[in-house]
């Protein structure tokens, strides 16, 4: 469906569009920047969970069951947002901690957007 599409459009195009930024910003004060969700292995499992939860996002009553999988915002930030990559950060990479942590954009958490 459509949102499929769209999803694999801005897989492709992020690397254009955020990740040049955000290393430059990461770079400009001698660090490397580090991206594990966007591992190889990481986006083919998370890419792989659709069929693996029987979902066909063209379904909008596969959507919503998709959706609880995916994200809960009636869970607290660091729970229920990203909850597909925070589960997949708990249970496949064991890091836990870093699952729980609130999400921030680079150049904001960064603060060199004030630049």
Do not use: M
Request: aromatic fraction near 2%; glycine fraction near 10%; charged fraction near 30%.
């Amino acid at each position: 469906g459509a949102l499929r599409v769209e999803l694999s459009k801005e897989l492709a195009r992020i690397g254009r569009r955020n990740l040049g930024r955000d290393d430059r910003a990461v770079s400009a004060r001698g660090k490397e920047l580090r991206l594990p969700f966007l591992d190889g292995r990481v986006v083919h499992y998370l890419t792989s969970l659709q069929q693996a939860l029987g979902v066909t996002l063209g379904d909008s009553a596969d959507l919503e069951e998709a959706q609880r999988h995916l994200c809960d915002l009636a869970l607290p930030a660091g729970e229920g947002d990203k909850r597909i990559l925070r589960e997949a950060a708990r249970l496949e990479l064991g890091l836990p901690g870093t699952a729980r942590r609130v999400k921030r954009a680079l150049q904001f958490g960064s603060r060199i957007a004030k630049l």
